[in-house]
């Protein structure tokens, strides 16, 4: 399949019908998997999962070089339920899959209809059966070289040049910050109200501004709310205790904290990034 693939997109985008064809995605759900031939690898019979499209995921979750998803999230469906079964399959038997990007005659990404679709292959980096999402990284379609950073030898501070390189492509950085973050916490869920996947976004502790990493131990998983109010410095992490510490004026109720402290985080983030965000706030 992926030399199929491979041999059209030296040319151009594929079709969607060149795509069907090949048999990496078919039909119109975010998983696609073969159950006709690949049921029989599977104990439940839901078969393996192929493929995944892109289509209404935002833009910073897919990146160039990596890339995170979430698992169906209805309540339950059976179908979501196989759909996850095959994705987990999968990785169990160390297969990659294909990434769909649906893309104009320009290879721009769009969102419409009738696009044409760009094919890339994608390794897992991290799926836990029991979190709502998996990383991945591109394998072949995309950077083959590209390795998320180790997370113990990370900083929370960039070097010098690779300043320039992330502000030239920020998306870029931002998927790949992304990742790192969700494969540091695993779980996708605000640390401090438990906000499900959908709203959970990937915070700097110390700013990019200020010269902050794109390391997982620099970033928290905070929904979008509990985002802005770390920003606005209504609240902050106390390095020590990791004890969350309102501004004055506020409480953890009126913020809608619902936890405490983050000793709940099996990691916790990295002790020098909270300390130089503490410092700034206090
Ligand atoms: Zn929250």
Redesign the pocket.
């Known amino acids: 399949m992926w030399d199929a693939v491979k041999s059209i997109q030296q040319e151009r985008p594929l079709t969607a019908d060149e795509v069907h064809e090949i048999g990496c995605y078919k039909g119109a759900r975010g998983i696609w998997r073969d159950k006709t031939s690949t049921s029989h690898l599977t104990e439940s019979g839901n078969g393996v999962c192929v493929g995944i499209s892109s289509r209404g995921k935002y833009e910073d979750e897919i990146g160039e070089e990596t890339g995170t998803y979430d698992y169906p999230s209805t309540q339950a469906s059976t179908q979501d339920l196989g759909d996850i079964d095959s994705m987990k399959a999968a990785m169990t038997l160390g297969l990659p899959l294909f990434l769909l990007r649906d893309t104009n005659a320009k290879g721009e990404l769009v969102k419409g209809k009738g696009p044409k679709r760009r094919v890339d292959r994608v390794e897992f980096v991290a799926g836990d059966p029991l979190s709502r999402s998996f990383v991945f990284t591109f394998s072949l379609g995309g950077r083959s070289d590209y390795l998320l950073p180790e997370d113990e030898e990370g900083s929370c501070f960039q070097v010098r040049e690779s300043k320039r390189k992330q502000s030239n492509s920020k998306k870029r950085s931002q998927a790949a910050f992304r990742a790192a973050v969700l494969s540091r916490y695993g779980e996708k869920r605000?640390c401090?109200?438990?906000?499900p996947p959908e709203v959970i976004e990937a915070a700097h502790i110390v700013p990019v501004s200020d010269d902050g990493s794109d390391w997982g131990g620099n970033g928290l998983l905070?929904?979008r709310?509990?985002h802005a109010l770390y920003d606005l410095g209504k609240w902050c992490l106390d390095p020590e205790q990791l004890k969350v510490v309102p501004a004055s004026g506020q409480d953890l109720s009126t913020l809608?904290?619902h936890r405490s402290n983050v000793l709940h985080l099996k990691q916790g983030p990295d002790p020098a990034a909270l300390q130089w965000r503490w410092d700034k706030w206090s």
């Open positions: 605000c401090l109200c438990d906000a905070l929904c709310n509990h809608q904290i």
